[in-house]
Structures are given as C-alpha cells and as structure tokens.
C-alpha cells in the first residue's frame, strides 16, 4: 500500500555532509508527519528529527544546528540534510512516515534503511 524508498547514505569522512531522501508512493495516499530514526550496533533505534505537514520540526539534541529536516509534499519527499557529521552519526537511518490510504486508518510506515558511516 505505501512504500518509502530511501537514498543518500554512504560513507563520508568526519565534518562531511549527506543529504538522505525518503519518497512515498502508493495510491489514495494522504501524508503526515514524517521523519528519520537512526540506530547504530548495540543501541535502541532514536529519533533524529520529525516534520509536521504542516512544516513544523523536531529535533534531537544531538543534532540540533547540524541536521536539517523539510519535506516536498507534491513529491511526497522528506530529505534529512546532514552537516558537521560526527563518527557518532554512523547508524542505519530509516525513515517514517504517517499516512492513510484512501479512508482508512492512518499507521506508521517505515523506510529499508539506509546506511550512514562517518569516519576517516
């Protein structure tokens, strides 16, 4: 019903920047909130940052003033723009996004994945 494809991971040296991109598609689609979670080996997947429809963002404290989140509702795209990357950055970040199909119940849809490694 609703896929999220991602892109944009990879490998990037330490102060580097990456811009992931998460697109939606399926029909009767109405989006929400959307918005990237990372989880790196041995820890619990976290909250990077979020984006109302409205365009309202979140963000985790440790990546305020590095991350930017925004979002293209004619193409159903969330992009996470990544500056200042730390080797603590390194994780496996999906991507959420709150829909509906037609008229039905709204739920959480999450991304494959996308790998991000920061280091030198």
């Known amino acids: 019903q609703v896929q999220l494809v991602e892109s944009g991971g990879g490998l990037v040296q330490p102060g580097g920047s990456l811009r992931l991109s998460c697109a939606a598609s399926?029909?009767?689609?109405?989006?929400?909130?959307m918005g990237w979670y990372r989880q790196a080996p041995g820890k619990q997947r976290e909250l990077v940052a979020a984006i109302s429809s409205g365009g309202i963002t979140n963000y985790a404290d440790s990546v305020k003033g590095r991350f930017t989140i925004s979002r293209d509702n004619s193409k159903r795209t969330v992009y996470l723009q990544m500056n200042s990357l730390k080797p603590e950055d390194t994780a496996l970040y999906y991507c959420?996004?709150?829909?509906?199909?037609?008229?039905?119940?709204?739920?959480?849809?999450w991304g494959q994945g996308t790998q991000v490694t920061v280091s030198s």
């Open positions: 959420i996004c709150n829909a509906k199909v037609g008229l039905g119940n709204m739920y959480s849809y």
């Open positions: 399926g029909s009767s689609l109405s989006l929400y909130a």
